[in-house]
């Protein structure tokens, strides 16, 4: 059988521009790999920017799969229906497909939610995937674990096969499926791995609880690969890619079992040798491992403070770590020579500006490199999720991104304290961390003035808003925020 996946991989603005992520998809490339050694034969579709229809469908003409397999986030699933119906409408006979994570939160989208689509394989589908284009070919496909199917009126809704505990087991991503040139410049200086499945935590906004939820096996959730595993990947890559300056980690917690680090850290500088980047968790970090960090080669870490306020952060997010130990750890690793990027959200149900300050402040005081900050989107299903239909606060809109305006509709809105902290964190922190470096008293005062900028009763909005907007003017005229790329 002939498999076309199509990675939709673009942001689309309401002003027309669009951003191109232009990245690899490990899960897809894992998939392909599976695919061909069964025999199977196996493109991709990368889209990187719109695409018109009459395009769209030469690309498949050339191509004339008999598959084509769409991988989506929630984000980028109305691209996937949208090229779905191209694809029916120049070729019926073709079977569409799709999976990811939109598939695993809300699978009745898929089907029977969008005609243009046959199948939603939900899960992890590194197996499935290759049994369900096998019965493509003689069986049938509907008996095959993780499918959703019509079937006459009805819906057929397959269980979810079990996690795959072994991750050894599976096959290096076929990192080739992807074309260099339609990667963003800087992926082809970076080789991105995984050296793990799945996260610990339950952060309500994050679609990690609803997916563990969904297996039989959730107590596997979290699994590694073996040290050995991981660095042949990385050898193998390196000698296949002679552009790659450093390594991308994208797991979240590379510190959770900490015999597996303690190897890692022992290994990796001998054996591979590059810097690399990662993501790191709070409470997983202290002065010994942030140490280990630093010696193995690490020259930047991205941690989650997502909210400075502790009810926020605890009661509604479910992170549960003090601002103290965020402002410990980013220091820390200042110290040891690793780079942070902080990332926040703002315009969350029950946020107020007071709030968005604490998010400001803590930046403040941890001092990250770049302090990178999204608009909270609701991804469906999800305790967030609930959260928004429940206060009524979820609108039938769509975002593609982050970093565009929010798609709900909060009570505060637009009061122009909130627009005005919300659309300024970068700014703020930077005036906040200067008003911190200041001596013991002055530092006080100074921030409390800052504060009653936004919450003074007794000053007249108006008049609060302009010396504001002054002294923001005054804070962007010192020169452009470092933003290092990761
Ligand atoms: C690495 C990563 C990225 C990387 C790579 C993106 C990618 N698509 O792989 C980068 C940094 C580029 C990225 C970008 C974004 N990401 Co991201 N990312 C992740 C992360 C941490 C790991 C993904 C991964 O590699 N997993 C390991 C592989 C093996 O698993 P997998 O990709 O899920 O694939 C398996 C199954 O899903 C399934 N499958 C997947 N596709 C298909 C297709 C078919 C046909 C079939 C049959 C099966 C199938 O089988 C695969 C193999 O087992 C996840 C967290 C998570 N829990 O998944 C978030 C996650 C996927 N990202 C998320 C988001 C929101 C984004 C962005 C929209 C953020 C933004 N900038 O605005 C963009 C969207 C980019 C895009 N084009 O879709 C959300 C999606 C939530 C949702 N409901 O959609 C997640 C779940 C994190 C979260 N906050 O909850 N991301
Ligand atoms: S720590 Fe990160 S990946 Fe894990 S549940 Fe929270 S937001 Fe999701």
Redesign the pocket.
Known sequence: MKVT?VY??FFEYADGSYFP?A?M????A??SAQLKAAGHEVDLIHPVKPTAREEFVAELETRAPDVV???A????YPKAKRYAQWTKESNPATVT??????A??DPSDIVPGTEHIDYA?R????HV?VEFVDALGSGDPTAVDNVWARRGDDVVRNPVRDLIEDLDSLPFADRDLFDDANLCEDQRERGTV?AS?G?PYNCTY???HI?RLQYDNKKKYVRFRSVDHVLAELVHLKQQTPSMRFVRF?DDILTWDEDWFGEFCARYPVEVGLPFVCNAFVNLLDERIIEMFAAAGCELMAMGIESGNPWLRGKILHRHMTNDDIVRVYRTCRDHGIKTVSTNMVAMPHESVDMILDTVKVNARAEPDTVQVSVFYP?PNTHMYDVCVDEGYLTDGHRD??FCDSVLKLPYYDEAEVKAARENVHLLTSLYARAYRLPGPVAEVTVRGLDSLFLSERMPRKLRMAALDRLLAHERSRGPLEFVKY
């Open positions: 996946f939709p991989d992520e990245r998809h490990l899960g897809v894992m998939m397999a769409f991988s986030t929630t984000m980028m497909i799709c999976g990811g994570v939109h695993m939160l394989l899960g992890e589908c590194d995937v995984m499945r996260c994050c679609s990690n997916q994208d991804f991104s982050f």
